[in-house]
């Protein structure tokens, strides 16, 4: 199973090394960063599933971080808030500009454990390897590689679903173009990103993504793509 990857952002070192190895000791896949800066470059090439943020940082406030992620990366990222302002107006302010959850300085092991899990027990509920993922009217089967759209399928080149499947299991989430073009080519270069743009037009077209269907796949400025559930009422899971 691929551990889970988690960016942790402090500009203090005992205490980004003590963040970073308590979730490393529980198995996690920690990447660290020391300014809002240096996380924001991450997260524009990487792919994470959860982010532990510090309020304060030397350059840009975890504030404007937190701001950044939820309009360029989506409201489906969790991320953990770290902040010595123990004032309740304070970590509203934090919780109102999308946190999921927070935490009062000095960080204790047991308790940033037991609210990541929380979180990621929250953002990601699948308890087994899906075989198949359910996004409104569309249906991803994992086994055979087909495509469904209201249960009609729809013929991909394998090249083709393996570009979908990414947008799709992070529905409401921006993926950068290199983590996509590394999860699906293995390695990075121009003529690829080109090659990624044409698979992305080829996949939006075959399955009629848009908002008829429920959906729509949005390019992100300088980031990659997201594709977004329009319709809340319909399922969004994976099986």
Same mark, same amino acid.
Request: hydrophobic share 45%; proline share 5%; charged share 25%.
């Given at each position: ?104 300085? %000095? ?22 390897? %899906? ?5 409104? *009217? ?34 409401? *989430? ?43 796949? *949005? ?21």
């Amino acid at each position: 199973m691929v551990p889970m990857k988690i960016l942790a952002v402090d500009d203090e070192p005992a205490q980004a090394a003590f963040i970073r190895d308590s979730l490393i000791a529980e198995g996690f896949d920690v990447r660290g960063a020391t300014r809002g800066a240096e996380a924001i470059r991450l997260l524009e090439t990487d792919n994470f599933n959860l982010v532990v943020l510090d309020w304060n940082l030397p350059d840009i406030s975890g504030l404007e971080v937190l701001a950044w992620i939820r309009a360029r990366v989506g409201r489906d990222l969790p991320v953990l808030f770290l902040t010595n302002r123990v004032r309740e107006e304070q970590l509203v302010i934090a919780l109102d500009a999308g946190a999921d959850d927070y935490m009062v300085k %000095p960080v204790r092991r047991h308790e940033l454990i037991a609210r990541v899990r929380a979180l990621l027990r929250r953002a990601y509920p699948v308890n087994a390897t %899906p075989t198949s993922i359910n996004i409104g *009217r569309y249906r991803l089967d994992l086994v055979t590689e087909t495509a469904f759209l209201s249960d009609e399928p729809i013929k991909l080149t394998s090249r083709e679903f393996n570009v979908a499947v990414p947008l799709f299991q992070n529905c409401g *989430r921006a993926m950068p173009r290199e983590a996509l073009i590394k999860s699906i080519w293995g390695r990075h270069s121009d003529h690829i990103s080109r090659t990624l743009d044409t698979h992305i037009y080829r996949v939006r077209s075959k399955l009629r993504i848009g908002p008829e269907n429920g959906v729509r796949l *949005r390019a992100v400025y300088n980031h990659g793509y997201r594709l977004e559930l329009l319709d809340p009422n319909l399922t969004h899971d994976a099986e």
